[in-house]
């Protein structure tokens, strides 16, 4: 049976850094514009991102900023920007001490080097300005390692990370003449479904490396859990499943070595992406206890109320620290990887045969940042199976836009196959909103489009089939209750109708993203 882990008797090694809860992203998954710029263009360029994370600070009250590197431009002059431009503020609220930026770099097993070279040097050269400041240093000290397979990464970077900072130390003329600073932090960024149900062994792996490495072990760990990709290369049973089991497993790897754990989990506002918005706040943390450390997403910062925005950041800041994580026994995560290989077969067999539907729409989603091609678990671009598929975002943006949300798909016949194998208690047991995911989800849900679409692919009347199952298994009747329910699925008529005559439908798209208070 799962059970709550008591924490009050580990022993705990005192940390002299305070670890944030709420860290803003930059996800371009906002409908509307952002409440600071002034011309109401929803678009955030490189040089809006300066502004945009000392709003996050400021305004909003998160704690930290993740800086990406990883797939898009970026402005490499941060720290300094935000020192001239703000540096009342900076100077009683201090990055590196009270709040946190914190770089997602570049995986340097699928990009060039160049890039990853060029954010080292930044974060050794913002120590420098923040040193003649007079302000906290390192200002930046810990990074975000997307795609992490192995502790050996994790080292890898620490140790390229050293021999640039000696070196910069030695053309400069440094040695002996300021602290040594070359220790990066790196926190594991955990996105497959396989991998995140295997990632104790990941910090296990790294720990003994470090210990050798640095003749000590780490202080914490930061693991991060993915829960977009996850969803889009499985379904969001899989991708729920994974970050449950990956979290009970980061608590016992906590209670085998005497390392504190503060998990991170990346999450946008629609279920199918994780599902914390600023109106179901109490609702993911009773999902995901255990969670230290969430993403604010674009959506939530500006798709929402600014003042339910302030409201919601405040109760993550006071309530993640506190929630008592849950563990589960290894018959529990045996059960739960088998039901995550169930709804996975459902869900991929299906999204590989209606891809061609999906990108067609996907081509008409408006940007948001200015991202490069990305890079992820199939190479230079999203697919399953023989088929290429756009981002985590764009994926679920284009399937709300024909009103079939991607969280019914494969859902309902995964739960079937569950009940005949007997899993039906553990599914409750690993998801326990399921039923209100689906509720929530299927509002969105276009019977219509659904129809059309089904009689003239096999693939799509699988999808009917789900929809049928879940109703019947949860004895509700998925569709729109709200007037924003209706006017979304009017909307979305009318992008399918526009669709098939090849006609421009990016104006219904918006509209109906906007009502749904997210892009994707």
């Given at each position: ?504 439908f990016s104006e219904y798209l918006l509209n109906a993203a906007t009502l749904r208070r997210s892009l994707g």
């Open positions: 049976m799962a059970y709550f882990i008591d924490r009050k008797n580990l022993q705990k090694k005192s940390l002299d850094r305070k670890i944030p809860t709420t860290m803003a992203t930059q996800h371009p998954d906002n409908a509307a514009p952002p409440y600071w710029k002034g011309n109401q263009d929803p678009f955030i360029s490189t040089l809006d991102e300066i502004e945009e994370c000392y709003r996050s600070y400021i305004d909003i009250g998160c704690q930290e900023y993740m800086w990406d590197w990883e797939g898009k431009y970026v402005d490499e002059g941060v720290v300094e920007k935000l020192f001239s431009t703000y540096y009342d503020y900076f100077k009683d609220n201090q990055i590196g001490k009270d709040i946190f930026l914190t770089f997602r770099l570049p995986n340097i097993w699928y990009e060039k080097e160049y890039r990853i070279a060029r954010a080292y040097i930044g974060i050794l050269t913002f120590e420098d300005l923040a040193r003649d400041l007079h302000l906290k240093t390192p200002p930046v000290f810990e990074v975000i390692l997307p795609m992490t397979d192995e502790g050996q990464k994790m080292l890898y970077l620490q140790q390229t990370f050293r021999k640039i900072a000696k070196l910069k130390n030695q053309v400069f003329d440094e040695e002996g003449t300021v602290k040594d600073s070359s220790y990066l932090q790196v926190i594991p960024l955990v996105e497959g479904v396989s991998e995140l149900t295997a990632s104790r062994k990941i910090l296990h792996d790294y720990v003994d490396l470090h210990d050798r490495e640095y003749s000590t072990k780490p202080l914490y760990l930061r693991p991060f859990i993915a829960r977009s990709d996850p969803a889009l290369n499985a379904g969001i049973v899989p991708a729920t499943i994974a970050a449950k089991v990956a979290l009970s497993e980061y608590y016992k790897f906590e209670e085998e070595t005497g390392i504190p754990v503060f998990p991170i989990m990346g999450v946008g506002s629609l279920p199918f992406r994780g599902g914390l918005s600023p109106w179901n706040v109490p609702h993911f943390i009773e999902e995901y206890p255990g969670v230290r450390t969430v993403t604010v997403q674009s959506a939530f910062r500006y798709d929402y109320p600014q003042e339910d925005v302030r409201e919601a950041i405040t109760l993550l800041n006071r309530s993640l620290p506190g929630a008592v994580p849950l563990a589960y026994t290894p018959e529990e995560v045996k059960a739960g990887e088998r039901l995550a290989e169930i709804f996975s077969d459902h869900y991929r067999k299906t999204i590989e045969e209606v891809a061609d539907v999906i990108n067609r729409v996907s081509s008409r989603i408006p940007p948001r940042r200015e991202r490069k091609l990305h890079i992820g678990l199939f190479g230079y671009s999203r697919g399953i199976g023989q088929k290429q598929l756009p981002r985590a975002i764009g994926f679920t943006a284009s399937l709300y836009s024909l009103g079939i949300p991607p969280e019914l798909i494969g859902t309902g016949r995964g739960i079937a196959q569950a009940i005949r194998e007997g899993l039906g208690d553990h599914l409750s047991l690993f998801y326990r909103r399921l039923k209100d995911d689906m509720q929530d989800a299927g509002n969105f849900l276009n019977k219509e489009n659904l129809e059309f679409l089904a009689a003239e692919d096999q693939a799509w009347r699988t999808v009917k089939e789900d929809i049928d199952l879940i109703e019947d298994f949860f004895k509700i009747t998925l569709g729109p209750v709200t007037i924003e329910h209706y006017l979304h699925r009017n909307f979305v008529s009318s992008i399918y109708f526009l669709m098939q005559e090849e006609k421009d």
